[in-house]
């Protein structure tokens, strides 16, 4: 997909109204308390606190860690459930055509036609092999930090730049030949994760960030939460970097929700809106609306199948992280738990990541 560069103002603000307004995804204003803390690792272990909202009123998220990896044979994979065949919505309206870029973008490595990837918030663990597994292409950290040895294991390692508390560790280490994906910031419109304005963003986008374009990186955007709040901050955003002339080249968000359906709603929303390939960084079957109660396991297997489906068989979506590969799930229901306790994925990690 083309990379994103002094698109259309008129045609971004009309689309934007439209998207904003009548658009196939129903999300409301949050309700909730939304905080959650960063998160220190101790070994697999996760020390945080996290509420969210359900994606009906929206979501919420994620770590900042700093990791530094080994490795045993992974076990013998467990059958996946049959997955629901979904297709995603049609769009409701034209997106718009991006300007030319006078910089092409970066042809980024395939992942070998893999489309699934690791939040690793575990620092550089033995049993990281257990988790490169046939249809994992890629890890991140929610930080400039990647474990050691990824490269071995098949794995593209992901340099964020969480915030603004991270740019020092962020300029030392994501340099040409460190990676070839880049991560911007984590939910820059939650006050309690990064919390910045989008001229904000857009600024220490110009500054860490855009200038990695001319060392090969492939360039993904902030990852905003899936409610109105999110795709307020993105609009606002792009057409800033109208004017400062921000290259990227897809869109990342996170998604937190009992319905698989709004997840495949938003990803496609912002595909139509931006004319831009989609990574997922973060989702989980989880509800944070205060009522109803959380899925159960069975509910969690078809919204992952439906998850499986949609990813694998749908081509702008580049890459999905399902969230959970940690001892301590930090309040999201424990039935998405990627990470046994014998430190190899659980049964819905193999449907996963195969």
């Not at 103002?9 to 109204?17: C, G």
């Not at 620092?123 to 050691?148: I, K």
């Not at 489906?309 to 229901?333: C, E, H, R, Y």
């Amino acid at each position: 997909m083309a990379a994103l560069k002094f698109f259309n103002l008129l045609a971004l603000a009309s689309v934007a109204i439209v998207a904003l307004s009548s658009a196939p995804v129903q999300v409301n204003a949050l309700a909730t308390d939304r905080s959650h803390a960063a998160r220190h690792i101790h070994g697999h272990d996760v020390v945080a606190k996290r509420k969210r909202t359900d994606t009906t009123s929206g979501s919420n998220g994620r770590c900042k860690t700093r990791p530094t990896s080994s490795i045993p044979a992974p076990s013998p994979s467990a059958p996946p459930p049959a997955p629901t065949s979904v297709a995603p919505p049609a769009p409701t309206s034209a997106p718009p055509a991006p300007a030319p870029s006078s910089t092409p973008a970066p042809s980024p490595p395939s992942g070998d036609g893999k489309k699934w990837g690791l939040g690793w918030p575990n620092g550089d663990q033995t049993w990281l092999a257990n988790f490169a597994r046939p249809n994992v292409g890629y890890l991140y950290t929610w930080s400039p930090y990647l474990p050691t040895g990824i490269q071995e294991l098949g794995l593209e390692g992901m340099p964020m730049l969480w915030g603004y508390d991270q740019v020092d560790d962020f300029q030392k280490l994501v340099v040409k030949g460190y990676a070839n994906y880049v991560l911007g910031m984590n939910e820059p419109n939650e006050p309690s994760q990064s919390n910045m304005s989008p001229q904000d963003g857009v600024n220490l986008w110009m500054q860490y960030i855009n200038p990695l374009q001319y060392e090969g990186y492939y360039l993904i955007s902030p990852a905003c939460t899936n409610d109105d709040a999110g795709l307020q901050w993105y609009q606002q955003f792009f057409s800033a970097c109208q004017a400062a002339g921000c290259h990227v080249d897809a869109i990342a968000f996170h998604a937190y929700t009992t319905s698989a359906q709004a997840v495949i709603d938003y990803a496609t929303q912002l595909h139509n809106t931006y004319n831009m390939d989609i990574w997922i960084t973060e989702f989980a079957d989880q509800n944070y609306s205060g009522t109803g109660g959380q899925a159960t396991m069975d509910e969690v297997w078809a919204f992952a199948g439906t998850m499986i489906s949609f990813v694998n068989n749908t081509p702008w979506i580049k890459a999905a992280f399902p969230f959970g590969v940690m001892g301590d799930l930090q309040g999201v229901n424990t039935d998405n738990a990627l990470l046994g306790s014998n430190d190899y994925p659980t049964d819905l990690a193999y449907a996963y990541f195969g």
